[in-house]
């Protein structure tokens, strides 16, 4: 499939390119274009068969599908367009200066003819700008939407999707990559490309790591916090769907390069992983595959292995288990884009936008400490066990390209193909030193992991509109993701004296089954997505309504691997032991006659394949009450048949079969209280489905000194009832103020619990809690501060915040195995803040931003009696971004990121389970448009 996909996109970006070079524009042109969007003010919607008309010659067009436009020999100089449409007050767009040959893009919104009786007469600056674009559509929405664009993208250091979408009210990032709204953990947020599902790499959580889409291929990140039946049902904190750059309306291209400077990291000596080719690319050469000899094994259980037999597997890994010394290089970016909408095939204009990019990163996590929790004297009381302290180096790469295209057939057909790859990498080394509390020695642990990861997404899509009165859309995507762990390795030596007074020496710790552990992963899911839309709208223009309904049919497919495998060697002496574990597996102790090693694969470990269709289908209804009220409602219906083969490695295969039918309401009334505020009233039922790896009774392990992590076959879907009430006021185009109230009730929630084991080891595991409550909070204010004095014109202030609490209600029969009857829910903070401050001179030709965030403590996992809660406590994170215009064709930015460097800790109870800081960075660049 991912074959397919890529030739699919090749042939697409030659297709473009030729067309291109053939459509050049005739020398001496004295006119030019004018695109864009004819969108009603109150909905948002696109209005068709609206005339534009070019004031003062008989130039003019009709607005086809989803209120697209297109005037295409209008004079060059400065025009006035003057837009009609039956039922909406006439409108007039002064001051759009046309050069000779090229093309503006005019985005106009009209008002019904009911609100506005006379004719408005706006200029054209008033009605660009990405950022009242996006107040305007949170403004229109049915649904509470929050929107970031481009143009804050731009303004701000963030090099990918996670980076931006922190900027959201209510929205938290964990380990730089995985999204929570409102206090809940990752299973209640989903992800979007495009408007269609995005499938997870993750082997152990429902989430998309939003770090694998670069900004620079980003047009908007839209996250909607409400639920309408035309959404997917599987979501309640919120559905952050993230739309690729289209087309310009201009011919046009880009060129950025970038580089920084990591502290501690860049310049600076350091061990790196070791790497066997491709690691640069993220496409790394089969030398990292799991041994043959290995993949021919079926089953260890049932084997008589000779001796022979041991030393060849022992052989057959790759030897290499100690870091390389190295220098922090400087970090790399660098992106190109072209398009424009100019070529015409087969009689169509066609409109393309070809876009790649490429970062390069070496990151040092210093005073890197690990350690487990143990049971105290008393319960609820956490002793120190396994403490670690080290450092670890980690080298990624990322690059990714799109390829957008679209045609028109008249003016009420659109088809567009939206193509999307992205691949990159961290090859990462950790050396650590410390004690091994159940073994009762001190320790060296290194532990080298490269893990490669890639996403595509092909999605082809027709918007029609039928009659002016009828409109059908639908998208067939094709998705899919890997995520791939070739050859992880962990070594664990003692540090040991022969003598109090001797010399400390270093010896392998032979004797157990975590001494030397080699483990191969390999995740992979296929997705397919089918939806179609039919929506009527009837009604005088000035009272509208409209219906809608449609389905939706999903499949996937998931192909999931695990395997460790330990390699012990009781007959060497401790001279043997204390040789480097490149010496002692070169082959000298694994002779035929040699009685030394014993290979085996560690229970932890397996594999599953997990098999899921959806089948959906939603109606509603949108109609006014009066002027002043919209009512939005209706209810989808979906439908999921989902099977889980799992294999464990030394156990018996365990079939999970689930079937849910679920019908999910909702209802939104929207009342216009004036022509600049509004307040929103939204009630719904929602869902959230287990993981594939949550219900899988296989056991993996998470590295030595870690965690067991073990499925639950009998998790229970969680239905959540949803409560916003929403008051907004934008007091001027661009700025925004919002005060929302939320309530969820959940019945039958998932929850991941930390438990003591044996021998100071802790476990993960899943299980249902019998309901939960969350209620809360949002602050949102954008306002730029002109009205202070004329010193403050260029400055905007924008903040959010959201205060939450949520508490969590056990089942009796559960009650007894948990610490803290008392607690919120897995994945809650009590409180979320963004701020900022952004400078733009009165030309724009420079701007400057700076970038507050601080999250309160998160429980990241319920502790298990006698253990209590995992913390992660709260950082200060503070960014900082330069831009400034030295031509009208290049841009340099500057930027810091992380500029207080608050270290990341987590806690459970008294004991720090990891704590580590992540430096800062700084980066310059420079941008040129031709």
């Known amino acids: 499939m991912r074959r397919s996909f890529v030739a699919l996109l090749a042939f697409a970006t030659l297709l473009v390119s030729s067309a291109a070079v053939s459509a050049q524009q005739p020398a001496g042109r004295i006119t030019g274009r004018i695109t864009g969007r004819i969108v009603d003010a109150a909905t948002g919607q696109g209005i068709t068969d609206a ?110 999707a996670a980076q931006t979408v922190k900027r959201v009210s209510g929205v938290t990032v964990q380990d730089g990559k995985y999204v929570f709204v409102r206090g809940l953990g990752e299973r209640y947020t989903t992800s979007s490309l495009n408007g269609a599902r995005v499938p997870s790499p993750e082997p152990e959580r429902r989430v998309v790591p939003l770090d694998m889409f670069p900004s620079g291929l980003l047009q908007t990140i839209t996250t909607t916090k409400t639920f309408t039946p035309d959404q997917q049902g599987d979501f309640s904190g919120a559905l952050v769907d993230i739309k690729t750059k289209e087309f310009p309306a201009r011919r046009t291209g880009t060129l950025q390069l970038g580089s920084g400077y990591a502290s501690g990291a860049t310049g600076l000596s350091h061990f790196t992983a070791t790497g066997v080719g491709g690691e640069r690319f993220a496409m790394v050469n089969h030398d990292r595959d799991m041994p043959a000899v290995l993949r021919s094994i079926k089953d260890f259980q049932r084997l008589n292995l000779t001796q022979a037999d041991m030393n060849l597997l022992a052989g057959s890994f790759r030897n290499s288990w100690t870091p390389t010394s190295g220098t922090g290089g400087p970090l790399m970016n660098g992106s190109a884009s072209f398009g424009g909408n100019d070529p015409v095939l087969f009689g169509h204009r066609l409109g393309y936008l070809i876009s790649g990019s490429m970062s390069s990163n070496t990151d040092v996590k210093t005073d890197h400490v690990r350690a487990l929790a143990d049971r105290g004297a008393i319960k609820g009381e956490t002793i120190e066990l396994d403490k670690f302290t080290g450092q670890t180096v980690s080298q990624g790469v990322l690059w990714g390209g799109l390829a957008n295209l679209s045609t028109y057939f008249g003016t009420g057909s659109r088809i567009s193909f939206n193509g999307l790859y992205n691949r990159g990498a961290d090859n990462d080394a950790r050396v650590e030193t410390g004690s091994l509390t159940s073994d009762g020695i001190q320790a060296k642990i290194t532990r080298m992991q490269y893990v490669e990861r890639a996403v595509y997404s092909g999605q082809l899509a027709g918007e029609h509109q039928i009659t002016a009165a009828q409109r059908f859309d639908w998208a067939a995507t094709s998705s899919g993701v890997r995520r791939y762990e070739p050859d992880r390795s962990e070594f664990v030596q003692a540090i040991e004296r022969d003598t109090p007074t001797s010399p400390e020496v270093l010896r392998w710790v032979n004797g157990g089954s975590g001494g030397a552990v080699r483990t191969f992963s390999d995740l992979r899911e296929t997705n397919h997505e089918y939806r179609a839309t039919y929506q009527l709208d009837f009604g005088p223009a000035t009272s509208q309504r409209s219906i809608k309904f449609g389905g939706l049919y999903r499949t996937t497919s998931r192909d999931a691997q695990s395997l ?63 002027q002043h009220i919209r009512v939005i409602g209706g209810a989808r219906y979906e439908s999921d048949e989902l099977e889980v083969d799992a294999f464990s490695t030394l156990g018996d295969p365990v079939r999970t079969f689930k079937l849910w039918n679920d019908i999910l309401p909702s209802l939104a009334v929207n009342i216009k209280l004036s022509e600049t505020q509004q307040f929103r009233v939204s009630a719904s039922r929602t869902l959230a489905r287990p993981e594939y790896r949550e219900l899988s009774p296989i056991i993996t392990r998470d590295v030595v000194g870690g965690e067991n992590v073990q499925g639950n076959e009998g998790l229970l879907r969680t239905n959540v009832d949803n409560l916003d009430l929403r008051w907004e006021l934008y007091p001027r185009q661009g700025e925004v103020i919002s005060i929302a109230l939320f309530a969820k009730q959940f019945h039958s929630p998932i929850e991941r619990v930390y438990g003591a084991g044996s021998g100071g080891t802790s476990f993960v595991f899943y299980t249902n809690a019998e309901s939960a409550d969350n209620y809360g909070v949002e602050l949102e204010l954008r306002k730029d501060l002109d009205a202070f004095g004329r010193f403050f014109t260029p400055f905007t202030f924008f903040t959010n915040a959201t205060v939450m609490q949520s508490q969590i209600h056990l089942a009796a029969s559960t009650q007894a195995a948990a610490t803290n009857l008392n607690r919120r829910m897995v994945g809650q903070a009590p409180y979320v803040l963004n701020t900022g401050l952004t400078y733009s001179s009165r030309n724009g030709a420079s701007t400057a931003t700076v970038l507050f965030n601080r999250v309160g403590e998160r429980l990241t996992a319920a502790g298990g009696s006698p253990l209590p809660d995992v913390i992660e406590q709260p950082r200060n994170v503070m960014d900082l971004s330069l831009r400034f215009s030295v031509t009208p064709n290049v841009t340099v930015r500057s930027d810091i990121k992380n500029f207080l460097d608050t270290p990341h800790a987590i806690t459970q109870g008294t004991v720090v389970r990891e704590s580590y800081s992540s430096g800062r960075i700084i980066q310059a660049g420079i941008l040129w448009r031709p």
């Open 564 to 626: 460790s495998f330990a390699i012990a060697a009781r007959g060497l002496n401790n001279a043997d032991r204390a040789l480097s574990p490149e010496q002692i597996f070169d082959g000298r102790f694994g002779t035929a006659t040699s009685n030394i090693f014993s290979v085996g694969p560690l229970s932890q470990g397996g594999s599953y394949q997990a098999r899921d269709n959806i089948l959906a289908g939603f109606a509603m209804i949108e109609t006014p009450i009066g």
């Open 51 to 160: 005339g534009v008309q070019v004031v003062g010659t008989a130039i003019g067009v009709l607005s086809g599908v989803d209120g697209r436009y297109l005037v295409a020999n209008a004079p060059a100089g400065t025009v006035t367009l003057l837009v009609k449409r039956i039922g909406y007050a006439q409108k007039q767009i002064t001051g759009i200066f046309l050069d000779a040959g090229k093309t503006v893009e005019q985005n106009i919104s009209m008002s019904s003819a009911a609100v506005t009786l006379t004719a408005s007469v706006v200029t054209a600056q008033a009605e660009r700008g990405t950022v009242a674009e996006a107040t305007d559509q949170q403004k229109s929405s049915i649904s509470v939407v929050s929107t970031i664009t481009a143009e804050q993208i731009a303004k701000s250091p963030d090099g990918d």
